[in-house]
């Protein structure tokens, strides 16, 4: 079971993080195509900088987070910890696994929410056009639960192995 939930999120993290890095290029070409457009013809694409604001941006952050945390990247401070016995190296990390859980399921759960309520109300911004932002909302919560099935299987990993990750 372990194999297979951790075979699992490998999938959802790698999907996610292609995504990601499907619209990190597309915000470059967007980007760039503005700046030329400004630059040679002195008229910029209507609409990049709320897209960039409340599209790419929120999609580049959100959508990998389960891969880095699959991958162990994410910011530790372990000076102390490293010189501990190995099985309370594992207790702790199972802790910090667990408080993860927790923190990035409340997340979750809170963003489904939002993202549920923008999308009944048609969330938009003011603008000089019609611009809705209700369907990147949906990015927190999609990030928020891959973190925590990377989380669990980072979890039954380390059990099975019997040392932290």
């Known amino acids: 079971m372990t194999e297979t939930l951790a075979r699992l999120a490998a999938r959802v ?3 996610l993080l292609a995504v990601s890095c499907a619209f990190l290029a597309l915000m470059m070409l967007h980007v760039t195509f503005d700046v030329a457009l400004r630059f040679l013809f002195n008229a910029p694409v209507v609409g ?3 897209t960039v604001s409340y599209y790419y941006m929120i999609i580049a952050v959100f959508l990998p987070l389960a891969y880095v945390e699959r991958k162990g990247e994410h910011i530790r401070v372990d000076l102390f910890v490293q010189h501990l016995p190995h099985g ?3 207790g702790l990390y199972l802790l910090a696994c667990l408080a993860g859980l927790a923190f990035f399921g409340m997340l ?3 963003g489904l ?3 549920w309520r923008s999308t009944l109300r048609q969330e938009t911004i ?3 056009f019609l611009f809705y932002i209700w369907p990147s909302r949906w990015a927190l919560p999609l990030g928020f639960f891959a973190v925590c099935l990377a ?3 980072n979890i039954l990993t380390a059990l099975q192995k019997r040392r932290a990750l």
Do not use: G, H, K, P
């Open 108 to 110: 979750a759960y809170q």
């Open 88 to 90: 309370l190296q594992l």
């Open 151 to 153: 989380l669990v299987a």
């Open 13 to 15: 993290d790698r999907a």
């Open 113 to 115: 929410l939002d993202a």
């Open 126 to 128: 003011m603008s000089n």
């Open 48 to 50: 990049t900088l709320e």
